[in-house]
């Protein structure tokens, strides 16, 4: 694992200055403790932070080939390179290091830019092919590892954290677009960042830099997958699906370090402590947290687990000084980002990283297995729909508008509330609005008239779902709604969550459940065997059936929840006041101060709950502290117009050809 940077001059004659790259090191050194390494020729730079898992002697990084013609740096790990190397040597290939890395130069030998297609691993990869004068920028197929490209008229920079290209000097603006975006699903879906001029590089994507141009590819497309056929037997699949998870975990136990297992309780991270103790007779070491608050508190499901595989399990239980973790958090993220169940993700990683420098996580099963209950919430309102209006839309939401306001773990009051504001909207839509939490009508409120302008009236934040939704006409209504998760949510949520709070402790974390032959396989499974009736993940809870015990196949979904609601009210209330007074909203310039006011004294006389915008609020108000402070952004006080992500936004003489 590793954070990796680079520079290209366009100018040709113009070198990469050495401090440079070593001051956008620099910035990433928590990825990367153990060693650094740049290669520089003429006006390309890369370079790398190094953690050391595979190879930790020789595998230093920058790669090359025999000629040095080829060059690589690289994040992430390559759980097929033995095979790889293997069969690169029996070609002629010569290998000088032990290192998972080194299978990269020799496949673009071979096979060009589709060598990407043959790696099975976590990954962004920055190869330099001299010969050709060529950069090719490339990230994993599902997006487990970050990649951040900023093209400026004079320079392209790339970095696995905006941190790295702000590094170089890069003063950015904020897009308005961006931060809606933000607001509605308290993260920043790619290829949107905060920041007009930096962009993500999409999951299943390479980028190839040559003769000044930016051309971006799609090497992965899990909508080309068919549906397969509707009388597959259960029985088949499940033994299908378990040598395939069988086989992920057993080549992403590979590592020359210390290695353990994050383990919860849940169905997903019992699995992968079941299947490594399937495929491991050696210790097993397994980790979880717990919060003093009980409904929050799954630590009796996790002891479970390690009692039955005799696990080496260390937990921790935590009372976090949550107001004092809230400017680590957001200095990690480099742009807002609200899911909170980043405190105890960050929380646990440092438990962790005390022991091992590798985890496997069980990150990926809600999408793969349809584990949210929004897949449940669609079921139950193509029923909701039937009845009539009377009741929908009169009767039934004056009831549950009266609902107590609770402050528990994802509450009925919560759900219900939900569920009824959305039901009655077309099947895409409400699966979108059920993740959704500023809506545009509350947005309108909050933004302030400029933001409001520079938006011009783009609020809706739908369309960022649609897209993908729409890719998938050829499957059923849940598989429709899975693909868009897997899309957008998982990799813009999930894994970023995952990344920046592991990595903060230097950690490197594997996610076995997102091995692309088991997403695949998958996708190709209809609905109707996903989620028979009301029944989520049936056909992993089918799969582990003898494996895992009862109580654990039995057990209702969790999650890493806090209790951010009585938080606000308590350790966070000094931030509300201080980042949410009406003097500091205004002098921001983002969020108009009646309403913001209006938000928190509604929730903290408990008549709403309002917990998970005002977090949002409140993050968005330290990542502009931070970036004003820091000088990272030198417009962040004026507002830019948003526009639509593209990878040529300032440099429109050279452009982005989609390939």
């Not at 001059?9 to 113009?14: G, K």
């Amino acid at each position: 694992m590793c954070g990796i940077a680079g520079k290209v001059y366009l100018e040709p004659h113009r070198g990469v200055e050495p401090d440079a790259l070593a001051a956008m090191c620099q910035a990433l050194v928590h990825r990367g403790p153990d060693d650094y390494g740049v290669h520089l020729d003429g006006n390309v730079g890369l370079a790398m932070r190094r953690l050391a898992v595979i190879d930790v002697d020789t595998g230093r990084q920058p790669i090359h080939n025999e000629d040095r013609s080829v060059w690589t740096v690289y994040n992430g790990e390559i759980y097929n390179f033995a095979e790889l190397q293997r069969e690169l040597e029996a070609r002629g290939h010569r290998f000088y290091t032990r290192t998972d890395t080194e299978v990269i130069v020799h496949l673009y030998e071979e096979q060009g830019l589709d060598f990407v297609r043959s790696l099975n691993g976590m990954f962004t990869i920055a190869l330099w092919d001299a010969a050709r004068r060529r950069l090719v920028l490339a990230r994993d197929r599902l997006g487990i590892k970050p990649l951040y490209v900023a093209q400026l008229p004079d320079r392209l920079l790339f970095g696995s954290e905006i941190k790295a290209l702000l590094a170089d000097g890069l003063r950015p603006t904020v897009d308005v677009e961006a931060l809606s975006l933000y607001l509605s699903l308290l993260y920043i879906p790619a290829p949107h960042t905060i920041y007009r001029e930096i962009r993500k590089l999409e999951p299943g994507h390479l980028l190839v830099w040559q003769g000044g141009r930016l051309t971006d590819h799609r090497y992965w497309d899990l909508a080309e997958i068919r549906p397969a056929a509707r009388d597959l037997r259960p029985a088949a699949v499940s033994a299908q699906l378990l040598d395939l998870l069988t086989d992920a975990v057993r080549r992403q136990l590979v590592s020359d370090v210390p290695l353990g297992v994050f383990l919860s309780g849940g169905l997903d991270s019992s699995t992968v402590v079941a299947l490594t103790r399937r495929v491991h007779s050696g210790a097993v070491k397994t980790f979880s947290i717990g919060f003093d608050d009980p409904s929050y508190d799954e630590r009796a499901a996790a002891r479970l687990i390690a009692r039955r595989f005799e696990t080496d399990h260390t937990e921790l239980t935590i009372t976090p000084d949550v107001a004092d973790l809230v400017p680590k958090l957001v200095s990690h993220f480099d742009e807002p980002f609200a899911d909170a169940s980043a405190i105890p993700t960050y929380y646990l990683s440092q438990l962790t990283r005390r022991h091992v420098t590798v985890a496997l996580g069980g990150d990926g099963g809600d999408e793969l297995f349809a584990g949210y209950v929004t897949y449940q919430a669609d079921k139950l309102a193509r029923l909701y729909e039937r009845l009539p209006g009377l009741l929908t839309r009169g009767l039934i939401p004056a009831v549950v508008r009266r609902l107590p306001v609770s402050e528990g773990k994802v509450s009925f009051d919560f759900k219900a509330r939900r569920f009824i504001a959305d039901a009655l909207l077309e099947p895409g839509r409400r699966h979108y609005a059920w993740k959704a939490f500023f809506d545009d009508s509350l947005k309108r409120d909050v933004l302030c008239d400029d933001v409001l302008a520079g938006l011009d009236g783009r609020l809706d934040a739908f369309p960022v779902y649609r897209r993908h939704y729409d890719e998938v006409p050829h499957h059923d209504p849940l598989n429709r709604f899975l693909y868009a998760d897997t899309r957008v949510y998982l990799p813009d949520d999930i894994l970023v969550k995952v990344d920046r709070m592991s990595m903060a402790h230097s950690l490197e974390v594997r996610v076995p459940l997102l091995d692309h032959r088991v997403v695949e396989f998958m996708f190709r499974l209809p609905g109707v065997l996903k989620m028979p009736g009301l029944a989520l993940k049936h056909v992993l809870k089918r799969t582990m059936r003898g494996l895992l015990p009862d109580e654990t196949l039995r057990k209702r979904k969790g999650g890493f929840n806090v209790p951010m609601s009585a938080w606000l009210k308590q350790q966070l209330r000094p931030l509300v006041d201080e980042y949410l007074s009406p003097a500091r909203v205004r002098r921001d310039g983002f969020f108009r101060p009646e309403t913001t006011s209006r938000l928190v004294v509604e929730h903290m006389t408990g008549r709403a709950d309002y917990s998970r915008n005002l977090w949002a609020l409140l993050l968005f108000g330290v990542w502009l502290e931070q970036a004003r402070t820091s000088g990272a952004s030198a417009a962040t006080s004026a507002i830019a117009a948003g526009l639509t992500p593209s990878f040529a936004l300032c440099a429109p003489a050279t452009g982005v050809i989609r390939g």
